[in-house]
Protein backbone atom coordinates (compact mmCIF):
# COMPACT_ATOMS: atom_id res chain seq x y z
CA UNK A 1 0.00 0.00 0.00
CA UNK A 2 1.04 3.40 -0.67
CA UNK A 3 2.30 5.68 2.61
CA UNK A 4 -0.08 8.72 2.08
CA UNK A 5 1.60 11.82 5.17
CA UNK A 6 -1.41 13.38 5.95
CA UNK A 7 -1.15 17.44 7.02
CA UNK A 8 -3.72 17.81 9.57
CA UNK A 9 -5.09 21.05 8.51
CA UNK A 10 -6.37 24.31 11.21
CA UNK A 11 -6.90 22.19 14.36
CA UNK A 12 -9.59 24.84 15.39
CA UNK A 13 -11.55 23.58 12.20
CA UNK A 14 -13.27 21.13 10.50
CA UNK A 15 -10.26 19.14 9.14
CA UNK A 16 -9.64 16.79 12.21
CA UNK A 17 -12.96 15.72 12.60
CA UNK A 18 -12.78 14.65 8.72
CA UNK A 19 -9.18 12.64 9.48
CA UNK A 20 -10.73 10.69 12.48
CA UNK A 21 -13.89 9.73 10.86
CA UNK A 22 -12.43 8.69 7.76
CA UNK A 23 -9.50 6.59 9.13
CA UNK A 24 -10.91 3.49 8.71
CA UNK A 25 -12.23 3.73 5.20
CA UNK A 26 -9.10 5.11 4.06
CA UNK A 27 -7.08 2.46 5.60
CA UNK A 28 -8.84 -0.23 3.12
CA UNK A 29 -6.34 1.62 0.18
CA UNK A 30 -3.54 3.28 1.57
CA UNK A 31 -1.27 3.76 4.55
CA UNK A 32 -2.75 6.92 6.26
CA UNK A 33 0.64 8.65 7.88
CA UNK A 34 -1.01 11.67 10.53
CA UNK A 35 1.25 14.82 11.14
CA UNK A 36 -0.13 15.55 14.66
CA UNK A 37 1.15 15.01 18.42
CA UNK A 38 -0.75 12.07 20.31
CA UNK A 39 -1.38 14.48 22.78
CA UNK A 40 -3.56 17.03 19.93
CA UNK A 41 -5.27 14.49 18.60
CA UNK A 42 -6.77 13.06 21.78
CA UNK A 43 -7.66 16.58 22.53
CA UNK A 44 -9.17 17.00 19.33
CA UNK A 45 -11.04 13.12 20.10
CA UNK A 46 -12.62 14.65 23.29
CA UNK A 47 -13.35 17.92 22.44
CA UNK A 48 -15.72 15.95 19.42
CA UNK A 49 -16.65 13.17 21.70
CA UNK A 50 -15.59 10.83 19.42
CA UNK A 51 -13.14 7.67 20.44
CA UNK A 52 -9.37 7.80 18.99
CA UNK A 53 -8.83 5.38 16.18
CA UNK A 54 -6.58 2.75 16.96
CA UNK A 55 -3.25 2.03 15.47
CA UNK A 56 -3.16 5.65 14.23
CA UNK A 57 0.28 6.20 12.70
CA UNK A 58 1.55 9.76 14.20
CA UNK A 59 4.32 12.00 13.52
CA UNK A 60 5.88 14.68 16.16
CA UNK A 61 5.12 18.01 14.42
CA UNK A 62 5.35 20.60 16.86
CA UNK A 63 4.70 22.30 20.10
CA UNK A 64 1.41 21.88 21.50
CA UNK A 65 -1.22 24.32 22.63
CA UNK A 66 -5.20 24.68 23.60
CA UNK A 67 -7.70 23.68 20.61
CA UNK A 68 -10.23 26.79 20.55
CA UNK A 69 -12.89 25.31 18.54
CA UNK A 70 -14.19 27.95 15.57
CA UNK A 71 -11.81 30.14 16.64
CA UNK A 72 -8.72 32.21 14.12
CA UNK A 73 -5.46 32.43 16.27
CA UNK A 74 -2.09 32.13 15.55
CA UNK A 75 -0.74 28.78 17.70
CA UNK A 76 -3.26 26.93 15.01
CA UNK A 77 -1.98 28.94 11.95
CA UNK A 78 1.61 27.57 13.36
CA UNK A 79 0.75 24.19 13.74
CA UNK A 80 -1.05 23.48 10.92
CA UNK A 81 2.09 24.86 8.71
CA UNK A 82 4.24 22.81 11.06
CA UNK A 83 2.48 20.12 9.96
CA UNK A 84 2.48 20.65 6.14
CA UNK A 85 6.19 20.90 6.57
CA UNK A 86 6.84 17.52 8.08
CA UNK A 87 4.32 15.81 5.85
CA UNK A 88 6.31 17.04 3.00
CA UNK A 89 9.59 16.36 4.39
CA UNK A 90 8.62 12.67 4.88
CA UNK A 91 7.88 12.42 1.45
CA UNK A 92 11.52 13.95 0.64
CA UNK A 93 12.84 11.13 3.07
CA UNK A 94 11.12 8.35 0.64
CA UNK A 95 8.93 7.55 4.33
CA UNK A 96 5.91 8.65 2.53
CA UNK A 97 4.91 8.82 -1.00
CA UNK A 98 2.52 11.74 -1.86
CA UNK A 99 1.34 14.42 0.34
CA UNK A 100 -3.01 15.05 1.59
CA UNK A 101 -3.98 17.98 3.56
CA UNK A 102 -6.74 19.46 5.14
CA UNK A 103 -7.62 22.63 5.24
CA UNK A 104 -5.68 25.61 6.70
CA UNK A 105 -7.06 28.92 7.60
CA UNK A 106 -4.86 31.93 5.78
CA UNK A 107 -5.79 34.23 8.59
CA UNK A 108 -4.00 32.06 11.08
CA UNK A 109 -1.09 31.66 9.12
CA UNK A 110 -0.97 35.27 9.06
CA UNK A 111 -1.23 35.80 12.55
CA UNK A 112 1.62 33.11 13.29
CA UNK A 113 3.86 35.38 11.15
CA UNK A 114 4.06 32.95 7.99
CA UNK A 115 4.52 34.76 5.00
CA UNK A 116 2.91 32.39 2.34
CA UNK A 117 -0.59 32.51 1.06
CA UNK A 118 -1.39 29.01 1.21
CA UNK A 119 0.22 25.12 0.58
CA UNK A 120 0.89 25.65 -3.12
CA UNK A 121 3.21 28.79 -2.36
CA UNK A 122 5.42 26.95 -0.03
CA UNK A 123 5.74 23.63 -1.88
CA UNK A 124 7.01 25.53 -4.63
CA UNK A 125 9.62 26.82 -2.26
CA UNK A 126 10.51 23.74 -0.66
CA UNK A 127 10.83 21.85 -3.84
CA UNK A 128 12.42 24.66 -5.97
CA UNK A 129 10.38 24.19 -8.83
CA UNK A 130 6.84 25.70 -9.91
CA UNK A 131 3.71 23.89 -9.04
CA UNK A 132 0.47 24.35 -10.43
CA UNK A 133 -2.94 24.37 -8.84
CA UNK A 134 -5.84 21.83 -10.13
CA UNK A 135 -9.01 21.80 -8.73
CA UNK A 136 -12.09 19.39 -9.77
CA UNK A 137 -13.03 16.28 -10.35
CA UNK A 138 -13.34 13.64 -13.18
CA UNK A 139 -15.60 15.60 -14.56
CA UNK A 140 -14.41 18.87 -14.71
CA UNK A 141 -10.70 19.75 -13.52
CA UNK A 142 -9.68 23.39 -13.37
CA UNK A 143 -5.97 24.66 -13.60
CA UNK A 144 -5.09 28.34 -12.46
CA UNK A 145 -3.02 30.24 -14.37
CA UNK A 146 -2.36 32.85 -11.25
CA UNK A 147 -3.72 32.07 -7.77
CA UNK A 148 -3.91 34.29 -4.83
CA UNK A 149 -2.87 37.45 -6.65
CA UNK A 150 -5.30 40.60 -6.92
CA UNK A 151 -7.41 40.96 -9.86
CA UNK A 152 -5.69 43.61 -11.20
CA UNK A 153 -2.15 42.27 -10.89
CA UNK A 154 -2.90 39.59 -13.35
CA UNK A 155 -3.32 41.00 -17.03
CA UNK A 156 0.58 41.54 -16.34
CA UNK A 157 1.32 37.82 -15.57
CA UNK A 158 -0.09 36.62 -18.84
CA UNK A 159 3.41 36.31 -21.29
CA UNK A 160 4.12 34.28 -23.70
CA UNK A 161 6.79 32.18 -22.17
CA UNK A 162 5.49 32.02 -18.29
CA UNK A 163 2.37 30.62 -20.79
CA UNK A 164 4.25 28.34 -22.31
CA UNK A 165 5.94 26.99 -19.44
CA UNK A 166 2.97 26.48 -17.48
CA UNK A 167 1.30 25.00 -20.59
CA UNK A 168 3.97 22.23 -20.75
CA UNK A 169 3.85 20.84 -16.96
CA UNK A 170 0.20 20.80 -17.07
CA UNK A 171 0.67 18.30 -20.00
CA UNK A 172 3.44 16.70 -18.79
CA UNK A 173 1.31 15.59 -15.90
CA UNK A 174 -2.15 15.47 -16.25
CA UNK A 175 -1.75 14.20 -20.25
CA UNK A 176 -4.92 15.06 -21.20
CA UNK A 177 -5.27 15.18 -24.75
CA UNK A 178 -7.80 17.86 -25.30
CA UNK A 179 -7.31 21.11 -22.65
CA UNK A 180 -9.18 24.37 -23.53
CA UNK A 181 -7.49 27.73 -22.09
CA UNK A 182 -9.68 30.55 -20.84
CA UNK A 183 -9.44 34.22 -22.22
CA UNK A 184 -8.85 37.11 -19.83
CA UNK A 185 -11.52 39.40 -21.19
CA UNK A 186 -15.59 39.57 -21.62
CA UNK A 187 -15.62 37.80 -24.78
CA UNK A 188 -12.23 36.09 -24.90
CA UNK A 189 -11.05 40.02 -26.27
CA UNK A 190 -12.92 40.28 -29.64
CA UNK A 191 -10.19 40.13 -31.35
CA UNK A 192 -8.55 42.66 -29.79
CA UNK A 193 -11.47 45.33 -29.51
CA UNK A 194 -11.83 44.50 -25.61
CA UNK A 195 -8.12 43.60 -24.63
CA UNK A 196 -5.19 42.61 -26.47
CA UNK A 197 -4.22 39.14 -23.70
CA UNK A 198 -6.10 36.64 -25.61
CA UNK A 199 -3.41 37.30 -28.76
CA UNK A 200 -0.73 36.25 -26.25
CA UNK A 201 -2.40 33.20 -24.90
CA UNK A 202 -2.83 32.07 -28.12
CA UNK A 203 0.25 32.67 -29.38
CA UNK A 204 1.69 30.24 -26.43
CA UNK A 205 -1.25 27.97 -27.42
CA UNK A 206 0.32 27.50 -30.84
CA UNK A 207 4.45 27.58 -29.58
CA UNK A 208 3.18 24.38 -26.83
CA UNK A 209 1.15 22.45 -29.37
CA UNK A 210 4.25 22.94 -31.52
CA UNK A 211 6.54 21.73 -28.67
CA UNK A 212 4.08 18.88 -28.08
CA UNK A 213 3.83 17.62 -31.27
CA UNK A 214 -0.34 17.41 -31.51
CA UNK A 215 -3.02 19.97 -30.67
CA UNK A 216 -3.87 19.54 -26.94
CA UNK A 217 -4.47 23.31 -26.11
CA UNK A 218 -7.50 25.13 -27.48
CA UNK A 219 -8.24 28.63 -27.22
CA UNK A 220 -8.65 31.18 -26.35
CA UNK A 221 -12.09 30.38 -25.37
CA UNK A 222 -14.66 32.88 -24.44
CA UNK A 223 -14.97 32.13 -20.48
CA UNK A 224 -18.77 32.73 -19.92
CA UNK A 225 -19.32 29.95 -22.18
CA UNK A 226 -16.41 27.87 -21.29
CA UNK A 227 -18.27 26.55 -18.52
CA UNK A 228 -21.68 25.54 -20.67
CA UNK A 229 -22.75 21.76 -20.93
CA UNK A 230 -22.38 22.04 -24.60
CA UNK A 231 -18.44 23.25 -24.30
CA UNK A 232 -17.91 20.81 -21.35
CA UNK A 233 -18.95 18.17 -23.62
CA UNK A 234 -15.37 18.98 -25.46
CA UNK A 235 -13.13 19.79 -22.59
CA UNK A 236 -13.20 17.92 -19.40
CA UNK A 237 -9.80 20.29 -18.44
CA UNK A 238 -10.03 24.22 -18.43
CA UNK A 239 -6.77 26.51 -17.64
CA UNK A 240 -8.26 29.98 -15.86
CA UNK A 241 -6.23 32.74 -16.12
CA UNK A 242 -7.39 33.60 -12.40
CA UNK A 243 -8.75 32.42 -9.28
CA UNK A 244 -12.47 33.10 -9.57
CA UNK A 245 -12.85 32.29 -13.21
CA UNK A 246 -12.56 29.24 -12.67
CA UNK A 247 -13.38 28.06 -9.15
CA UNK A 248 -16.58 30.06 -9.13
CA UNK A 249 -18.48 27.93 -11.85
CA UNK A 250 -16.23 24.78 -10.92
CA UNK A 251 -17.56 24.75 -7.21
CA UNK A 252 -20.96 26.03 -8.29
CA UNK A 253 -21.11 22.69 -9.71
CA UNK A 254 -19.27 19.97 -8.43
CA UNK A 255 -18.36 21.39 -4.72
CA UNK A 256 -19.11 18.61 -2.58
CA UNK A 257 -16.66 16.23 -4.79
CA UNK A 258 -13.71 18.65 -6.08
CA UNK A 259 -10.23 18.18 -4.88
CA UNK A 260 -6.76 20.27 -5.39
CA UNK A 261 -4.13 18.69 -6.56
CA UNK A 262 -0.39 20.48 -6.86
CA UNK A 263 1.09 20.05 -10.22
CA UNK A 264 4.43 19.34 -9.88
CA UNK A 265 7.73 16.83 -10.96
CA UNK A 266 8.97 16.40 -7.16
CA UNK A 267 6.10 16.03 -4.68
CA UNK A 268 2.70 14.65 -5.54
CA UNK A 269 0.19 17.22 -3.17
CA UNK A 270 -3.40 16.56 -3.46
CA UNK A 271 -5.81 18.16 -0.81
CA UNK A 272 -9.58 18.72 -0.32
CA UNK A 273 -11.34 21.67 -1.97
CA UNK A 274 -12.71 23.18 0.83
CA UNK A 275 -12.28 25.71 3.78
CA UNK A 276 -11.68 24.78 7.67
CA UNK A 277 -15.71 25.58 7.86
CA UNK A 278 -15.23 27.21 10.89
CA UNK A 279 -18.97 27.41 11.46
CA UNK A 280 -19.60 23.94 12.19
CA UNK A 281 -16.79 22.97 13.35
CA UNK A 282 -16.45 20.83 16.68
CA UNK A 283 -20.36 21.15 16.49
CA UNK A 284 -21.75 17.23 15.93
CA UNK A 285 -22.73 18.19 12.55
CA UNK A 286 -20.86 15.35 10.25
CA UNK A 287 -18.98 16.89 7.85
CA UNK A 288 -19.04 15.89 4.39
CA UNK A 289 -15.84 13.83 3.47
CA UNK A 290 -16.34 12.99 -0.03
CA UNK A 291 -13.38 15.73 -0.90
CA UNK A 292 -11.20 14.18 1.24
CA UNK A 293 -11.38 10.55 0.49
CA UNK A 294 -11.36 11.60 -3.05
CA UNK A 295 -8.31 13.35 -2.46
CA UNK A 296 -6.64 10.36 -0.79
CA UNK A 297 -7.33 8.26 -3.82
CA UNK A 298 -6.29 10.96 -5.93
CA UNK A 299 -2.66 11.10 -3.64
CA UNK A 300 -2.56 6.84 -4.29
CA UNK A 301 -2.87 7.52 -7.86
CA UNK A 302 -0.68 10.27 -8.69
CA UNK A 303 2.10 8.36 -7.02
CA UNK A 304 1.98 5.46 -8.69
CA UNK A 305 2.09 6.91 -12.06
Known amino acids: ?37 KEMLNQASKLLGLQTPTKMILE ?25 KKAL ?6 K ?23 HTEYLREFTDEDAIMVLGCE ?81 ALVPDTAFTPNSLKNYNTLVAMYHDQGLAPLKALYFDESINISISRKIVRTSVDHGTAMDIAYKNAIPNTKSYLNAIKAAVVQSTS
Not at 24 to 36: A, D, Q
Not at 89 to 94: G, H, P
Not at 105 to 116: D, M, P, T
Not at 146 to 153: C, F, P, Q, S, V
Open 89 to 94: QLVKEK
Open 1 to 37: MKKIAISVGDLNGIGIEIAIRSHEEICKFCEPIYCID
Open 96 to 118: ADAVCTLPIHKEAWSLANIKYKG
Open 139 to 219: NLYVALFTEHIALKDVAEKINRESLVEFFTLLYEKMKKEKIGVLGLNPHAGDNGVIGKEEIIIEKAIKDVNLKIGKEVFHG
Open 60 to 84: HTYETFEIKPRIVDKKSGAYSFASF
